[in-house]
């Protein structure tokens, strides 16, 4: 009887972002349950609102600045303006996106819109430039598909060299982490501009924290070269698993089921709910 199975790599995304390869570096077979096929633990009733969401306003927000803002820089001159107009974008989409927390963020939101202002002001009058915000950018990395987001692309005005920026709202990664690769979303992303043959000259994390003496906080890649060839070489690995341990096989826990197609094959049938919500 001929094998009717599914090619491999029908069940995986076709495309990849950094943080679902950096998901499945760490645990491909966890990154799909939670990132492919949506299985998540319960939040408690009781749960405080999350990084993630407080992410969204300053993320939405920083697009719209950088979008309208005239310029690539913000001068001493500018500060005022661009105060008046990030604070204006920051409250519009924490409205949008969580009204009745506004007790809760915006003071944080009030007190990072004069830090973001200064910190690009100080960019600027060091010779960099954004270049681009929140853009995509796609390309073919160790033969995976990759589209990310960046947060922000700055532009050494001398050597045309790029900087790629992370925003972070949570913690960002230990140096120690970027180091071993333990975390290479931020690499690559530089992977992707590498591919593209641009110059690299620096890979950064920035926290927006909005409490304490120091509003944003700054992490930079110590080696931007080996953390780019680990995360490539990481990513090789992985799509030898995705072509290898994922081929599509008959789970014959359940006894099989009646419709052929995926949900037949799929190793990981019995876990998820596909058929009951989605058939």
């Known amino acids: ?3 009717t199975r599914p090619p491999a790599l029908q069940l995986a995304p076709t495309t990849y972002s950094p ?7 760490a645990c491909p077979y966890k990154a799909a349950l939670t990132r492919h096929f949506g299985l998540r633990e319960w939040e408690a009733f009781n749960a405080l609102p999350n990084a993630r969401e407080f992410g969204l306003i300053l993320h939405s927000a920083l697009e719209d600045f ?3 803002w005239p310029s690539r820089t913000v001068t001493p001159a500018d500060r005022g303006a661009a105060e008046d107009a990030l604070t204006t974008f920051f409250a519009k989409h924490l409205k949008r996106q969580a009204e009745e927390l506004t007790p809760l963020w915006q003071p ?10 200064e910190d690009w002001i100080e960019s600027g009058e060091a010779g960099y430039h954004v270049q681009a915000a929140e853009e995509e950018i796609t390309e073919v990395v160790s033969g995976l598909t990759v589209k990310a987001r960046v947060d922000r692309l700055d532009v050494n005005t001398k050597t045309n060299a790029l900087t790629v920026i992370d925003f972070k709202s949570g913690s960002t990664p230990s140096p120690k982490q970027l ?7 931020l690499a690559i992303e530089g992977a992707l501009f590498q591919a593209q043959e641009k110059d690299l000259e620096n890979l950064r994390y920035v926290r ?13 890649m110590a080696d931007v070269p080996a953390a780019i060839a680990a ?11 995705l072509t290898t341990s994922w081929q599509a096989t008959p789970n014959l826990s359940e006894g099989g089921r009646e419709k052929a197609g995926h949900c037949t094959y799929c190793p990981h049938n019995g876990v998820c709910r596909f058929q009951e919500i989605g058939w």
């Not at 943080?19 to 570096?25: K, M, T, Y």
């Not at 909005?210 to 509003?215: A, D, S």
């Not at 995360?231 to 698993?241: P, Q």
């Open 66 to 68: 950088w979008q309208t």
């Open 208 to 220: 927006l924290k909005g409490y304490g003496k120091e509003m944003i906080l700054t992490e930079d």
């Open 1 to 3: 009887m001929p094998d």
């Open 231 to 241: 995360a490539e070489e990481g990513l090789g690995r992985l799509k030898n698993v």
């Open 179 to 185: 180091k071993t690769g333990e975390k290479p979303q």
């Open 19 to 25: 943080s679902l390869l950096e998901d499945a570096l």
């Open 108 to 117: 944080r939101l009030t007190r990072l819109a004069p830090a973001l202002v």
